[in-house]
């Protein structure tokens, strides 16, 4: 134990390091599939048509965020998923439909999300249940909670809201603000000591708690991050579609998974940040987005998506070999 | 404490039978005790509610399910064993199925188009364990990935839609046929469980999978190829799940994408439940057919306690956290147990 610890690089180093392969490995691929994207289709230089991909890639972007705090610590998140339509389904049920006339519900519901979160580290933390299994077993319960509040699709959400989020006009549209806005919270993070906290104990966590980390209630916190960003991501969806549907959760379980990797965030922990997960997101959107301006068979987008997978990580494997075994 | 035998005088027959019972009794694993508990006590919950659940009709049934999640399992306990993890499952199931069903189609005889589909689902395993042990992309991410490439595959030959797919009467037998009292495909999987426990105790090959999983770099210093036992583990696993896709179709008399998406997190579950780390090198597959019996058990709850897919879910999930935590409590009591013997001696 104690020799890892001594061998492990500072987890300072790590987070201000220049860009790695891996990391130029993103950006090069993030900006040659958004030339391709433009390429096809020039329309997609539009304020409206980008402020409609970025609206279309914002749920799985905070899913991929919270994802990836998590995965900075080492972690994984499954329940995202059932967290993010818990808070899709309260959204429509208990805001008092379109009127909006129940809205001051809506902070209850963000907090609800962060309970949900805080409840998995719970579990990973006191029981000692690894993070995929814990968040497997509360996974099936948050999405258990959230068909009982609402079996089928439906509800509403208030519609001032709807059109709030909704709206692709404007100087700035606002989907780019909503992007922009957690950015600008991301970066401001990286500088607390939570954050940096988070990093070391994904890193090396026998190092963190020789200097003094509480490495359980980083943990905890991290979870309960995770757990908020996915309440917002229900938000958002049950804001732009008016209603809510309990289903619509499963398919981000993964995909989340999926936009941090090929964004660089190691699984291992401890390297990565927010900014190259939402890269990740982006870039699942565009090859979704290429596919259909070729118009190309379903499968194909499937396929590149795996395959794209399998190449960025691994070339990232072969470069950094940051794990031997 | 198991009886000490004088050396000077020989033990009867019986004698020797006793001892060696009494060893056995000692030797079995609590955590697999405590797992089939927990599927005995669901059950027990059940019948008092709904005293068919325990007549053989029912019983029957829910062993066919069973066996389905147990080949799923099967496949995930030897990955996870190993101190891997196999995400492909559903869609190698899946594929299995529907491969199945498109040989069907072309007019190829039932039984060589089965072993076909099965050494196709070996090879996609092969593909998993090139990502994840040569090319040494994290278990998690190259088996989510392959999964991805099986899908498209099947997308790309369009068969989502289940119209049409019929599947050959042999696969259908196979899943729903009887002999005696007893379903075929439960028979397979307690063959196949038996051969497996065998092999994870008895042979070379399982005790190095138990050494790679505990400690990969020690297993490696001491001779063994942690890169072939794992590879190894992927390809057995792809076997596993188009065997169990070939029974699921067979059950279901078609096939679709889609068909086994349960399996993906209810295979880790299963094996979890059954006290298998997720780290590797802890479990047996004992264990996780215990797992998979409370799952189905838990499944066939629903009609009986006239519950909402919502409150069974809540369920699963509650039954998952209290049988991981249990096994794992279990699992330190033995090995502390174990400890305090050896220290004594």
Known sequence: ?325 | MAPQVETQVRPTQAERFREELWRWIASVDQVVVGAFALAGLLFVIATIKAPYFAGWANIRNLLVFASFLGFAALAEALVVLAGGIDLSVPWVMAFGGIQLAQFHAQGWPAIPSMVVVVLLGLVIGAINGVFATVLRVSPLIATLAVGGLVEAYLVKIGTLQSAGNTVPSEAVHLARGVVGPLPISALIWLGTAIVVSLVLTRTVLGRRMYAVGTNPRAARLSGIRVGRIRFFTYVISGGCCAFAGILLSGYILTAYLGDASDYLFGAVAAVALGGAALLGGQGSYWGAVAGCCTLTVLTGLLPVLGLSAGSLKIGYGIVILVGVYMARSLHKIRRRRRVQEELAQ
């Open chain 1, 1 to 325: 134990m104690t020799v890892t610890a001594l061998r492990g690089k500072p987890a300072s180093v790590r987070i201000s390091s220049a860009p790695s392969i891996g990391t130029m490995v993103v950006m090069v691929l993030f900006v040659v599939l958004f030339a391709v994207a433009v390429a096809l289709q020039p329309s997609l230089l539009t304020r409206t048509q980008i402020a409609l991909t970025i609206q279309a890639s914002l749920p799985l972007i905070f899913l991929a965020a919270g994802q990836t705090i998590v995965m900075l610590t080492g972690g994984i998140d499954i329940s995202i998923g059932g967290i993010m339509v818990v808070a899709n389904v309260l959204c429509s049920t208990w805001l008092g439909g379109p009127s909006g006339s129940a809205m001051w519900h809506l902070p209850l519901i963000l907090l609800i999300g962060i309970a949900f979160g805080a409840f998995n580290g719970c579990v990973i933390v006191f029981a000692k249940i690894e993070p995929f299994i814990a968040t497997l077993a509360t996974w099936a319960i948050y999405d258990g909670i959230a068909l009982i509040l609402l079996p089928n699709p439906g509800g509403g959400t208030p519609s001032g809201l709807t059109s709030w989020a909704e709206s692709t006009g404007g100087i700035v549209p606002m989907p780019i603000l909503v992007l922009v806005g957690l950015l600008l919270v991301w970066w401001y993070a990286r500088s607390t000591g939570l954050v940096k906290r988070i990093y070391a104990i994904g890193s090396d966590p026998d190092r963190a708690r020789l200097s003094g980390v509480q490495v359980d209630r980083v943990k905890l916190a991290a979870y309960a991050i995770s757990g908020g960003l996915a309440a917002i991501a229900g938000i958002y969806v049950a804001f732009t579609t008016g209603t809510g549907d309990p289903t619509i959760g499963d398919g981000y379980i993964l995909l989340s998974v999926e936009a941090a990797v090929i964004g660089g965030v190691s699984l291992s922990g401890g390297y990565g940040g927010v900014g190259l997960a939402v890269m990740g997101a982006l870039i699942l959107t565009f090859i979704d987005d290429i596919a259909a301006a070729l118009l190309l068979a379903p499968w194909v987008s499937i396929a590149v998506t795996a395959g794209l997978l399998l190449t960025v990580v691994g070339i990232r494997a072969h470069f950094e070999r940051r794990e031997r075994i």
